[in-house]
């Protein structure tokens, strides 16, 4: 959305009508945006009110924004330029803060995959090194109990985790 906000702010600093500036806006930014920017020129050039002919970009993350301000200079009055240039600055600034915390969580996220796999991995290398080591986790009731027990808390781990991940998002 940074880049469709840029482009009609450049086309529409550059003194064409708003329509022309949707339907120039169209070569610079990449499909699927493109397809949409090409069909708000179109409803643009046949007459709509230039929110109604951005309304394919209100479920875009940003889209809602670049109608309201769209709308705001219709009812208005302003420099929409000044305005679209300062949103397209905020949402570049938001997909770069969103890609941050991407790359701070990653080492989190690997983390979230790997450890609960350790005690079965552990248990393997037990196994290969002695196999008398597993003898009682195998053989005997409270060996049993406890590989049970850490088997269901694992999975209560990873059912907490995957809720906590999905509940942030």
């Known amino acids: 959305m940074p880049d469709v906000a840029r482009a009609i ?6 003194g064409l009508p708003f329509a022309v500036a ?28 230039p929110g109604d002919a951005l ?3 209100a479920d875009v993350e940003g889209g809602r924004a670049l109608i309201a301000a769209v709308e705001l200079h219709a ?11 300062s949103l397209a600055e905020g949402l570049a600034a938001e997909e770069r803060l969103a890609g941050d915390a991407r790359v701070a969580t990653a080492q989190a996220r690997f ?7 350790l005690p079965i991995a552990a248990l393997a290398l037990e196994g290969l090194a002695d ?19 850490s088997g269901v808390l ?10 906590i991940v999905h509940a942030i998002r």
């Open 9 to 14: 702010g450049r086309c529409y600093a550059a």
């Open 22 to 49: 949707l339907d120039r806006s169209v070569d610079v930014v990449p499909e699927p945006v493109a397809a949409r920017l090409r069909r708000a020129a179109e409803l643009a050039n046949a007459g709509h009110l």
């Open 55 to 57: 309304a394919a970009f």
């Open 75 to 85: 009812e208005l009055g302003g420099d929409l330029s000044a305005a679209l240039r």
């Open 111 to 117: 983390a979230g995959r790997v450890v609960p796999g």
């Open 131 to 149: 196999r008398q080591l597993l003898a009682p986790l195998v053989l005997t009731g409270a060996g049993r109990a406890i590989v049970a027990a």
């Open 154 to 163: 694992t999975l209560v781990a990873l059912i907490a985790m995957h809720r």
